[in-house]
């Protein structure tokens, strides 16, 4: 189905491919420039909250890079206020399921920021998940080996090959913030902690303190 879909999109997702590299290679091509990276999220709230422990350390591990996160557009403000992130680019959903028109256009802000590093810490991949991740034209594309549960076991053995780097996380049933702590391993970095964040504005703050005061 993922091809289906690049095959209606025109895109040749073999031509965005550096290769299939071990772990070792990929320790290797990590040094590498990076000054942009996309941060892939198709994911609803309450998963996308769990992501966002990710960012810091990614922040960490790249100073200087820009950080661009691709969420459903009833996300972004999620991801706006956050320090780690410098610019989001927002999507909806269904049109992106539906209209190749549509997902034309996304894919052309992607490429726009000519990514250097492309992550996706989803480890029960999807279509329009794995779609955006590969057609992304990123140099390097990172992430989890994961599960079948939405996606043909065919499918995401195909697609695996067109990653860079897959980072496995062992374990049928985990915790999913022990699967973003993997994936932060996988990048070669070492987590302390994983803390979910839910970043706030000074309007937001003001909106509480308002609301608290006049409701005494």
């Known amino acids: ?51 966002s422990s ?16 691709l969420c459903q557009q009833h996300i972004a403000e999620l991801y706006e206020p956050s320090p780690y992130v ?9 049109k992106a399921y539906q209209y190749d028109t549509y997902r034309r256009v996304i894919c052309a802000k992607v490429h726009a920021l000519q990514p250097d590093l492309v992550l996706n810490s989803v480890y029960s991949r999807e ?13 390097q594309i990172v992430g989890m080996y994961g599960d079948t549960s939405e996606i043909a076991e065919q ?5 695996n090959k ?16 022990a699967r973003h702590a993997d994936f932060v391993r996988g990048l ?3 987590p302390d902690k994983m803390t979910p964040v839910v970043w706030t504005t000074e309007d937001d703050e003001l909106f509480a303190d308002t609301f608290f005061q006049s409701h005494n």
């Open 155 to 159: 499918v995401r053995d195909s697609d």
């Open 188 to 190: 070669g970095i070492i």
């Open 86 to 94: 410098h610019t989001v680019i927002p999507f909806d959903f269904m």
């Open 127 to 139: 279509l329009l998940n794995e779609y955006f991740t590969l057609a992304s034209g990123g140099k």
């Open 162 to 177: 067109i990653y860079t780097w897959l980072v496995p996380s062992l374990g049928q049933h985990k915790l999913e913030l």
């Open 1 to 51: 189905a993922v091809h289906r879909l690049f095959a209606v999109c025109g895109l040749d997702i073999i031509a965005f491919t550096p290769g299939y590299f071990s772990g070792d290679c990929f320790v290797v091509a990590k040094k590498l420039p990076i000054r942009n990276i996309l941060f892939v999220r198709t994911d609803t709230i309450g998963d996308a909250i769990l992501a």
């Open 54 to 69: 990710i960012l810091p350390f990614i922040s960490n591990a790249y100073p200087g890079a820009r950080v661009t996160v």
